[in-house]
């Protein structure tokens, strides 16, 4: 390919609206344009590169076994009304109406569809497992669309599903999924670590996502150095040191906190610590009114109480909703469980030493209240805190470490979900009716192709892993006059026919300009045919990885071609 007839319009300056990296570097490097609101245009050179993660996700798939489908982007609101999911799903779920006022959706998964295409084709146990899967597009109205095409409100993904007679079935898709991302994202270039993930409460049995360690990452993951357990935060038992802190404040009376609603507040006021408070967090889900109760330096953790009380979403109650209960907004004092409110204690709550709670009064805070003493008929203390840095391994007790990360795929055992709601079922060896178990896995491709750059980019540009690379090889010449432009354009025509992946920039720049294009845009090797070679044959190799280049006299093409695929096999090489 040569330049002269590309679109490859790179730009100097960053963007405004990019905050990082791969988005900044992908519209500079000509890869990408902005649309609209999270809608990207892909230009020829971002394409190349989309596709070949394309191409190294379907290889490894196939490998798997798994086959190959391509849906309707565009599911009818019938699919979605038998999983419960055209409610459930909200806003998120881009909606569409056809001539006859029939409603769609299109589609941000397609858990409905596949189980809905599956149903009829699945007759006996022989059939089994089946895994199959697409590439290709999804919509999601996020709420906040960003980082370019990290989150973006139209995508590729790799989503596949597999069909199992049994848990043990389940187990073996998910395992060779599992293996199968590992594959897929070494093959990319990309580090990401699997880390246990929330399973949601709609009974599914594991889950893990792989994610990308990065400051930008919306994620938090936990980390144990020792012996090597990962989990994201939503997901990690919340393991404290059994600290029976002091109270300050042991004798038990009514103290005057005028307007102290929050546990920082309160602890101003009265110069105590966190850990010394009570802290009570009020919700309120489609059937139920929660009161969760935990030690004041902590944070519920949502998920942790959707699991437990098998709910798939709750809100924080407002203001007058608390007043109806009785409940004194800011003040809320521990009480047992009753009829109106499930009550909840967090385990990181000692039942016999004081703390400072609300009094359920106005204005007024208790200390030295001691939670064995004031409520009978306290309930088991469940594990609902967030977990943190420091908190300890669930595994080996060492000290928990916190990164940020972003997900790039995701594996789920699913369960029975859409097999029952679609009723998914065949005939087992006894001739016995079976309703199916189901797991589905993702991969982000975008979001793979802008995290890769999050992870290889310095300030010249990107330095594109060569399995991905939009071109293994880039051909800059410098030339002057007809004569020395036939003698790169021989260069050029030598090497692509010796089969390699090569782009010619052949425009009339000047090098710098030409050299600093090459750099942005991330070739990962460059051949340099310029001034030098005209005036003494020499030539020059750069890795633009490593930033090394290697000055030498041409000698002939056998020569050349030899020393590229030398550091081709290198390039790849460094990947496993
Ligand atoms: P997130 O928590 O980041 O919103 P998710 O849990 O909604 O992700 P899944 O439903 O598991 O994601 O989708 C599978 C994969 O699709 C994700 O791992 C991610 O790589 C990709 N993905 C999800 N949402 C987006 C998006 N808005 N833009 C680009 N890629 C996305
Ligand atoms: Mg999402």
């Keep these: 390919m040569k330049a002269s007839k590309y679109i490859l319009p790179t730009e100097k300056e960053n963007p405004a609206d990019a905050v990082v990296a791969s988005h900044r570097l992908m519209i ?12 990207y245009f892909f230009l020829p050179m971002g394409l190349r590169i989309l596709k070949k993660i394309e191409r190294i996700v379907r290889e490894e798939m196939d490998a798997t076994g798994a086959l190959e489908c391509e849906l309707p982007i565009l ?37 409905e569809s596949f189980s809905y295409l599956i149903k009829p084709i699945l007759k006996s146990y022989k059939d089994l497992p089946v895994n199959v899967y697409q590439i290709h597009t999804k919509f999601r109205d996020e709420i906040r669309p960003r980082f370019g095409v990290i989150r973006s409100r139209e995508f590729i993904m790799k989503d596949a599903y597999s069909f199992n007679l049994d848990e043990t079935s389940l187990d073996e898709s998910y395992q060779s999924m ?31 996502e792989f994610m990308v360690v990065s400051p930008i990452g919306e994620e938090t993951l936990l980390l144990c150095n020792s012996c090597g357990y990962s989990s994201n935060s939503e997901k990690t038992p919340s393991i404290l040191a059994a600290e029976k802190v002091p109270s300050s404040l042991p004798e038990r009376k009514e103290i005057s906190t005028p307007g102290k ?33 935990l030690r004041g330096d902590l944070e519920l953790n949502v998920h942790k109480l959707h699991s437990l009380l098998k709910i798939a979403d709750s809100e924080p109650m407002t203001d007058s909703e608390m007043k109806e209960l ?42 030295g209240f001691i939670l064995e003493k004031e409520i009978s008929g306290l309930p088991e203390f469940a594990d609902l805190a967030l977990a943190r840095e420091g908190d300890f391994c669930p595994n080996c ?32 060896q006894n001739g016995k009716s079976r309703t199916l178990t189901m797991g589905c896995y993702g991969i982000g491709v975008n979001r793979t192709m802008a995290t890769v750059i999050e992870q290889r980019n310095d300030d010249k540009g990107i330095f594109w892993p060569i399995s991905i690379a939009p ?39 000047g090098p710098g300009f030409k050299l600093k294009d090459s750099e942005l845009v991330g070739f990962p090797i460059r051949i340099t045919v310029g001034k030098k070679f005209f005036e003494s044959g020499e030539i020059s190799l750069y890795n633009r990885k490593s930033d090394q280049e290697e ?10 071609v030899a020393r590229v695929e030398a550091l081709r096999q290198e390039l790849f090489a460094g990947l496993e």
């Design 471 to 509: 071109f293994e090889v880039t051909l800059v010449s410098i030339t002057k006059g007809e004569e020395q432009y036939a003698k790169a354009d021989e260069f050029y025509n030598v090497l692509k026919n010796e089969g390699i992946e090569i782009f010619w920039d052949d425009r009339d720049l």
């Design 397 to 428: 007790n060492s000290a928990l470490k916190a990164e940020k990360g972003i997900e790039v795929g995701h594996i789920f055992k699913l369960g029975e979900k859409y097999t029952k709601a679609f009723g998914i079922s065949v005939l087992d």
């Design 75 to 111: 599911t009818p609101s019938d699919f979605w009304e038998q999983s419960g999911r055209w409610t459930a799903m909200g806003k998120e779920m881009f909606r569409v109406k056809d001539r006859h006022d029939l409603s769609y959706a299109l589609g941000p998964t397609h858990e």
């Design 178 to 208: 599992r293996a199968a991302y590992r594959r897929i994202f070494d093959r990319c270039g990309l580090k990401t670590i699997p880390v246990q993930a929330d399973s949601g409460s709609m009974g599914g049995s594991a889950s893990e």
């Design 551 to 560: 000055s030498f006299v041409f000698s002939d093409f056998e020569d050349l």
């Design 326 to 367: 009785g409940l004194v907004p800011g003040f809320v004092a521990p009480i047992a469980p009753n009829d109106k409110i499930k009550v909840l204690f967090d385990r990181s709550l000692q039942k016999d030493i004081p703390y400072v709670a609300g009094a359920g009064k106005q204005d007024l805070h208790i200390q």
């Design 28 to 39: 500079r490097a000509g890869l990408v344009r902005k649309s609209s609101a999270g809608l």
């Design 261 to 293: 609603k929050t546990i920082e507040e309160v602890c101003a006021l009265l110069g105590i610590s966190a850990k010394e408070t009570i802290k009570a967090v009020a919700l309120r889900s489609e059937k139920k009114n929660v009161l969760v109760f």
